[in-house]
Structure formats: structure tokens, C-alpha cells
């Protein structure tokens, strides 16, 4: 493929994520000429984004063509690359995600990925993705879906059993990770690399070294965790020092897949700090955008998410190598079932997206991850069926349940609420 190509921004709406993508798009060279379309349901947010890509496009001198519709057919057809940062009435919904089941006796961190969170995240999520992915067959079938949106690994997974269209799934877990066992070394974050491989939010960290000599670090990260601040990533630090491997990305997402997660804190996600923040942010544009506010040097500075990457590569043949990226499994790690969605380094170039296997996980890590599978393959079947019944059996088999009365309770009142969004979406 060569340039130009049409990239559509699908959730474009939002504006904080919109950001994101829009500095990495217009840090580089490589996507001169191409056309931006931005998408969004709600015409005043979306205009107000538009207005700052075209800002940002000219400050850059990124030289994109920058257009918006609130038309999701009209901007797909043709598209070569479709960028999904959708979410469904996001912070309500998933505030009663996680105080639902704490009602009933669960104990969770987050109620995201993992865990009742993670099951109702993929019922109503999972039809609104099939509804992109049915317009991307019929108007732009060769177009790569990069998704960006929780929960990743069942909406990669849920794409890979049944649909033909490309896709990757994006999420800086590993940096995180990289950072993480930097910081507890005294190193700085670019001083080491590292190689994960895992489900997302749950990578095991295989090889950790110096990026210039290629020391192995993981005798310097014991011996540094040993006599480290214990109340920095304590769940994690635990689960390092029974197996042996740093398991990413953080001690709460990481807490959405366990039985003793909730020991990571049960505080769930700062749902007002995130409202606050979002105010801050809008306030900060609308200055920018009225030229009342001087635009902060980070607006033009790439965010280290790795969309527009994976775009350059397959539209160059640039061969560029990614740190994660979310596929579909088909035995990459082999140690895992192949029709799990997997988060490993890759390969972006014409001929599409290349997983880079590591081998196998160490066994009982793979053990670890196992547990998983099954509550992730029943979570994306009950979505795509729409099956309250196999919901309630992936409830079940959940290591965060530990109530039979309480998963049924629980499924009844969420299920009520997020009725509007679960349907059938498969034949």
C-alpha cells in the first residue's frame, strides 16, 4: 500500500483519548497526505475535537487532510485503517460494574477487564464492535481495526472466531511494566527493555535487560525488590516473588484476574478524579482553542501509544517492530489455547501483522493465565449470543466469584441495566 490512505478515528468524541491519537498521527512524516476522518456521536464534542486536529495539524505541519462526520457508514467506506476508542456511556456503567457485585460480596479491584466488570464491559461492548466490523466487511473488508477499547482481549478474541477482518488490539501495559521494574531498580525507564508475553494486562515480563549491553536485569531487580518501599506494587511484588517473573501492568489490573485480587485494594477506579480531570482537560482545550491558553509543548509531543506506528508500517512496509500488541493466539503462545486472545511483540508491515512468538510460558505462569481462558471464551460466546444462561456460566467459572447466589443476584440487576446494548450479534 502506499500513501495516501483514509484513517478513521471512530470515538473521536473523546477528546482526552482523541489527543492521544492525534499526537502520534501528526508526529510523523509518514502519513503525509493521507486524510483523517474523525467520528463521533455527539456533533459539539466532535466539532470542538476536529477544530484541535486541525490546529494541531497545522502547528505540526503533519500535512493530513482532516475531515468529521457523525456518519459511520459514509466515513468507512473506503477506509483503510479504522481506529476504535468507543465506549458506552463509560463512567456510569462501569461505576455500577464494580458497585454492583461489592453489594453481593465480591471482592474486586476495578470491575474492568476481569472479574462480573469484565463480563457485563463484554456484553454490551462486544454487539456495538460487530456493528463496526459488519460495515467494515462490506465497505472497506481489507481496512486493519486497531482497537483501543476495554476489553481487549475478549474484543480480539471475539473478532478472531468471527470475522475475517484484520485487527489489532493497542494498550501500553508493557511500558508500564518496563517502568515499574525500572523505577525499583534506580534505572532509567529507556535504559530497559523488556520482553512480555501474556493476555493483556497480564503479561509476564520473559526477559528483562539493559538496552545498550544486554545484561539480564532480573538478578538486579531481586535483589533491588528485596529491601524496596513495600507499599509500592505490593500484589505484584507477591506474585513475582512465588513465581519467580514480573507480571504486568499494575497491582489493580493485574488483582481483576485473581481470587485474592481484592488484596491489590478494592478501592476500584477514581471515577471522580477522572470527571475532574476530564473538566480540566475540556477547559484546557477550549483555551488553546480560543487562543487564551498557550498550547502546552506535550499537545505536538508523540504519546507513546503505538497506533500511529502499526499504521506507518503497513502503509510503508516499514517492518516496525512493536513492544505488545493484542492477536489472536493460533499458537504464538503455545502453552495457551490457540483461540485466546494473546498480547505479545510484533511485526507491522504490508502484508499485515506478525505476532513474534517467545515460546512457551514458564509453566505454572501459563497455569496462572490458564485460569483465565475459559471465564474469557464463555464471556465473549454469552456476548456474541446474547445468552444471559452462558453469562451466568462464565460468572461461575470466575476466580473473582465466590458466591453462586451472589453471581445470580448480581447478573439480574445488571443485566436489567445493560439490556439496551445486549443482543445477538453472530448467525
Not at 487532510?65 to 457508514?73: A, H, K, L, V, W
Not at 466488570?117 to 481495526?145: K, S
Request: hydrophobic fraction near 45%.
Amino acid at each position: 500500500m502506499t500513501a495516501p490512505a483514509k484513517i478513521v478515528f471512530l470515538g473521536a468524541s473523546s477528546m482526552s483519548f482523541g489527543l492521544s491519537m492525534m499526537r502520534d498521527l501528526f508526529a510523523s512524516d509518514a502519513l503525509r497526505g493521507c486524510t483523517l476522518t474523525l467520528v463521533g456521536r455527539n456533533p459539539q464534542t466532535l466539532a470542538k475535537t476536529t477544530e484541535l486536529a486541525k490546529l494541531l495539524n497545522q502547528k505540526t505541519g503533519a500535512g493530513l487532510i482532516i475531515e468529521q462526520t457523525t456518519d459511520r457508514r459514509a466515513a468507512l467506506d473506503g477506509a483503510h485503517f479504522v481506529v476504535n476508542a468507543t465506549a458506552i456511556d463509560r463512567n456510569r456503567l462501569w461505576k455500577l460494574d464494580f458497585e454492583i457485585p461489592k453489594k453481593y460480596g465480591i471482592r474486586h479491584t476495578l470491575g474492568e477487564n476481569g472479574g462480573p466488570g469484565g463480563l457485563f464491559f463484554t456484553l454490551r461492548t462486544l454487539p456495538l464492535i460487530f456493528d463496526f466490523v459488519r460495515d467494515m466487511e462490506e465497505l472497506c473488508p481489507n481496512a486493519l481495526f486497531l482497537n483501543f477499547s476495554n476489553p481487549e482481549s475478549r474484543i480480539v478474541m471475539a473478532l478472531g472466531r468471527y470475522s475475517k477482518i484484520r485487527c489489532i488490539g493497542l494498550c501500553h501495559g508493557i511500558f508500564m511494566g518496563r517502568d515499574a521494574v525500572a523505577h525499583i531498580m534506580g534505572l532509567p525507564h529507556d535504559q530497559v527493555d523488556v520482553w512480555g508475553a501474556g493476555l493483556n494486562h497480564f503479561q509476564c515480563l520473559m526477559q528483562i535487560r539493559d538496552r545498550a549491553s544486554g545484561e539480564d536485569l532480573y538478578p538486579r531487580l531481586r535483589a533491588a525488590e528485596r529491601d524496596f518501599d513495600p507499599n509500592y506494587a505490593p500484589f505484584t511484588r507477591r506474585l513475582f516473588r512465588a513465581f519467580g517473573h514480573w507480571l504486568t501492568c499494575s497491582d489493580d489490573h493485574l488483582g481483576e484476574y485473581f481470587a485474592y485480587g481484592w488484596e491489590a485494594g478494592e478501592h476500584g477506579y477514581d471515577f471522580a478524579g477522572d470527571e475532574r480531570w476530564r473538566g480540566e482537560f475540556v477547559t484546557l482545550v477550549d483555551g488553546v482553542l480560543a487562543g487564551s491558553t498557550p498550547m502546552p509543548s506535550w499537545f505536538t509531543e508523540p504519546s507513546g501509544e503505538r497506533g500511529g506506528a502499526v499504521i506507518a508500517g503497513v502503509l510503508h512496509n516499514q517492518k516496525r517492530f512493536l513492544e505488545a500488541g493484542v492477536v489472536y493466539n493460533r499458537s504464538t503462545i503455545p502453552n495457551l489455547p490457540g483461540d485466546l486472545a494473546v498480547e505479545v511483540p510484533v511485526v507491522a508491515d504490508a502484508a499485515g501483522i506478525h505476532p513474534v512468538s517467545l515460546g512457551p510460558l514458564p509453566d505454572p505462569v501459563a497455569k496462572l493465565m490458564a485460569m483465565q481462558a475459559g471465564v474469557q471464551q464463555l464471556a465473549v460466546e454469552a456476548a456474541v449470543h446474547g445468552s444471559k444462561e452462558l453469562a451466568l456460566q462464565a460468572l461461575l467459572i470466575d476466580p473473582v466469584v465466590n458466591s453462586a447466589v451472589a453471581a445470580e443476584r448480581l447478573l439480574d440487576e445488571l443485566w436489567e441495566i445493560n439490556q439496551p446494548y445486549i443482543r445477538r450479534c453472530v448467525p
